[in-house]
């Protein structure tokens, strides 16, 4: 079960305009004249990371019981009953009505919390009526114009420390994080790394035409597949996709290889994780770490492969070299998985595959909105943001907004002013705590707008 977040006002202050902006589409209708909406409605809504079920209620009449108005404040009385938060909104613009103050003595006198907003504050118009909603006794209203989007970071701010506790968390949402299908993996690298080698040997058949030529492969091919864990017997399905090697742009004359190299990085945009294939006889080269770099650009999930081990002099020293030299060159992300592979001999395939799955799941993972956030009050207790010329920088909260690579969205004051070390220790510390491992994550600084602020 989602919270119930009721939203309360008199008629015609903006509330199924709301309704609307919380659940993203056009449920309820608005109008300018008031009382259009009778009924209760419900929808839910998710609200920066929040998930919660939201209510729009016909506006709160002061008439009698038996009367059609009066009826529908008596509907909306009762939908108090069993809200977790309730929303009251009143018109920034028009300023504090006795029916006003009426519903705030009745909502003081309950036990479910209150946040005020008051809608219609963008601009000069509603400083007046913002100002004067302080008197109401519920504390800052919350300043937003639900029409036109402004104030709903502040909107989740005030909601968070009420509905963070009840959300459900069942790392699925909608689908997206669904891990049952099949695992996209795509293996690229520059030509004659052993790209289709490594393929034909775990599927145990001569599936694709290879051979001591580079640049066999021109089309990126994908092969159902269904892997066996010989650690547990679990069969996992896998889509695997071959790719045309990347040279570098200045080898590439032909223009059929030009459409190849198009097409080989048209395949990671479909992958869920990237293999890098190196050659454990040319070691890694600059063009490697570009092919790196563009598949975490796209947002996979990255695994660097030594192909060709069971040929590899000094091995130990090979490896150690390559390992640091990830590091410097993939600074965004360090601590790539590496792993040393024959796809001649079939050596660390099966550790490979479960990376790649294990890859997978972190890259597909989504933190509970108070974890999350315990986490950052943390991290700033720990690290408290500088204070460029004296001036502070104001770290609010933080919320996922995405995975499939996890984007996370950083609300406060004055981050353009945040110095990317900061910055970087930020993401440092979600990939490093909250068990994202070495996958890309987009961290978006977002800072609530101003409604007084004259354009």
């Not at 409605?41 to 108005?69: I, K, M, N, Q, Y």
């Not at 004659?192 to 599936?207: F, Q, V, Y």
């Not at 030299?325 to 595959?353: E, N």
């Not at 070390?421 to 101003?450: H, M, Q």
């Amino acid at each position: 079960m989602l919270p119930q977040v009721i939203i309360i006002g008199r008629p015609n202050v903006g509330k199924s305009t709301l309704f609307n902006r919380l659940v993203g589409k056009k449920l309820a209708l608005v109008d300018d004249q008031p009382g259009v909406t009778r009924d209760r409605r419900f929808g839910d809504a998710h609200l920066l990371g929040l998930d919660f079920t939201v209510v729009d209620t016909a506006g709160w009449e002061d008439e009698d019981p038996a009367s059609l108005p009066g009826r529908m404040r008596v509907q909306t009385e009762a939908s108090l009953v069993g809200a977790d938060v309730a929303l009251f909104m009143v018109d920034a613009r028009a300023g504090i009505t006795p029916l006003d103050e009426e519903i705030a003595r009745w909502l003081r006198g309950s036990a479910v919390p209150v946040v005020l907003v008051a809608n219609k504050a963008e601009g000069r118009a509603g400083e007046a009526g913002l100002l004067e909603a302080f008197s109401l006794g519920l504390g800052e209203p919350v300043a937003l114009s639900a029409e036109h989007g402004e104030g709903i970071a502040d909107l989740f701010g005030a909601l968070l420390p009420h509905l963070e506790d009840k959300q459900p968390f069942d790392g699925e949402e909608d689908g997206e994080d669904d891990l049952s299908g099949p695992l996209k993996l795509a293996i690229v690298g520059r030509p004659n790394a052993g790209k289709s080698t490594l393929i034909n040997r775990l599927l145990g058949e001569d599936r694709l035409l290879t051979g001591p030529e580079a640049g066999i492969t021109r089309d990126s091919i994908a092969v159902d597949w269904t892997w066996t864990d010989p650690a547990s017997g679990e069969a996992r399905p896998v889509r695997l996709i071959d790719t045309a090697g990347m040279r570098k742009k200045a080898r590439v004359t032909e223009k059929l290889e030009k459409l190849a190299v198009a097409d080989a990085r048209h395949a990671v945009d479909f992958a869920e994780v990237v293999v890098l294939l190196l050659d454990a006889t040319q070691g890694l080269e600059h063009q490697d770490l570009k092919i790196a770099a563009m598949a975490l650009e796209e947002g996979r999930a990255l695994i660097i492969a030594i192909n060709k081990w069971d040929v590899a002099e000094n091995p130990s020293s090979l490896f150690n070299g390559i390992r640091a030299a990830l590091d410097d060159g993939l600074a965004q992300v360090r601590g790539v998985p590496l792993l040393a592979v024959s796809a001649r001999t079939g050596k660390g395939l099966d550790d490979m595959i479960r990376a790649a799955f294990d890859i997978r799941e972190a890259w597909s993972r989504r933190v509970p909105t108070a974890a999350l956030n315990r986490w950052f009050d943390d991290a700033l207790a720990a690290n408290p943001p500088p204070a460029p010329g004296g001036k502070r920088i104001k770290l609010r909260y933080i919320t996922q907004a995405k995975t499939r690579p996890p984007g996370f969205v950083l609300f406060g004051t004055r981050l353009d002013m945040l110095p990317e070390s900061y910055r970087r220790y930020l993401v440092n510390g979600i990939r490093r705590e909250l068990g994202f491992d070495a996958v890309p994550i987009r961290l978006t600084l977002r800072s609530p707008k101003n409604p007084f602020k004259r354009d």
